[in-house]
């Protein structure tokens, strides 16, 4: 009877400890349902500061359910930080939901008495979503007295990619009273625009010894930009020079044209005693028709004594992407003690280029590292990070393991790589981790997964 008495207490307490796990998950399903309200209530009634504050966090959870409401606090609003923080956050999101709003208050922008700083943010972000409406602006912006608002407004022109607007600027260039600070904006904006009109221009700067630096850098860069034959000659004389910045910048101007008659200048350049030219003259190289630079590329990526020409060199043996390019990436992402972010970027060449021979080396990578310290399993984690959101028919199997794994984070890189690819044949065991998983998740994962895969 004792016996039977005390199961019958432990099996209460079992039930009443997975009630607690139960009711614990389901307060914090609750919790994260209605963050959102506290957003919305905070964008509704909140005073500047705390909306700020709450956008933050908005963006970094990178919300977007709420942007109805940040066009109602932009249009509203009198404070002007607030409002910058609204453009800024549009922008970087690209939504063209605050246009109306944003283009009324730029045509307005006299009588309401803006400032320069939001007067730019404005600019910016209707430049982010190409907006029509505001090509009728940007000459009478151009023309204002304030420098960082003139500049702004001939970058957004590149941006909208304005080709009406070429001469006007070639005239502005050319024009002696036009401050002297705003002109390398144009002559970057001239390259974004590919505006051949301006070639001759651009290579009379590039040839003069006497003119700016910054002018004649910012000139090969639209040269090669606009990839006119006509400026070849001209950036190989530059990359000559003495000066390193210089050369480059025509380097990385060179990259832009038929690659015959400019790998030799390149190859030279991965000597050249200045880092930044011999991260340009790799990033250069990264075309499948150099061949002819493969051993030192390897060079390079082996022993330049500067990290990110060694990235930029593995990235170029991933463009040319020949057999022995892939065979030394395998290799150097299979070294033991190579660094993090080396394994990493082999990891994504071969990944999104060379699966089906990497798979192996992939694998044994994952065994050696499974049970290992904490910041040696990070290589794990970025590898099924990776294959999670990789579309192959080759990868059931190792999705099927990765259901199997006594590692959460694995699971659920599992579950999400199988959702992604459709693997039917795994949806039984995801099945199962959605009602059984001690995770809970991992629960709400597969569950999520099961509808993606009805």
Known sequence: MASKKIISILFFLMLSFYGICEEGESKEEKKELSILEQWR????????????EVLKSIKSAKETALNNELVKVLSTS???D???????YFTQLEYDGGESTAFTFLSEAEERELNTSFLISLINYLASIKSEKLKGQLTSLIEKEDNELSMTAIRAIGKIMDTSK????????DDSEFPDERKPSILLVLGDLKAIEAVDSLIEIVEDKYQEKIWRMYACDSLGKIGDDRAVPVLKKTFSENDALLRAYAAHALSAFDLSSVIDLLIQGLKDSNWNVRFHCAQALANKDAKKAIDILIYKAKKDP?????????????KIGTKKCFDFIRETFSEKFESLDTKQLCLDLLVDNDLANSLDI?????????DAPAHEFKIVDLIAKKLSITESPLLQDIFKNFLQSDNMYIRIYGIRGAALNRFMGLKEK???????DPVAVVRREALS???KMM
């Open 362 to 370: 992939i694998k044994k990578v994952m065994t050696e590292f499974m």
């Open 166 to 173: 070429v001469e006007y600027l070639l005239e502005k260039l």
């Open 78 to 80: 009198v404070n002007t």
């Open 449 to 451: 997964a099961l509808t």
């Open 430 to 436: 995801i099945r199962i981790l959605s009602e059984k």
């Open 41 to 52: 209530e905070t964008l509704l009634f909140g005073i500047a500061d705390e909306i700020i």
């Open 82 to 88: 607030l409002q910058k923080a609204i453009l800024d």
């Open 306 to 318: 500067v990290k990110k020409v060694q990235l930029e060199a593995l990235k170029a043996l991933g």
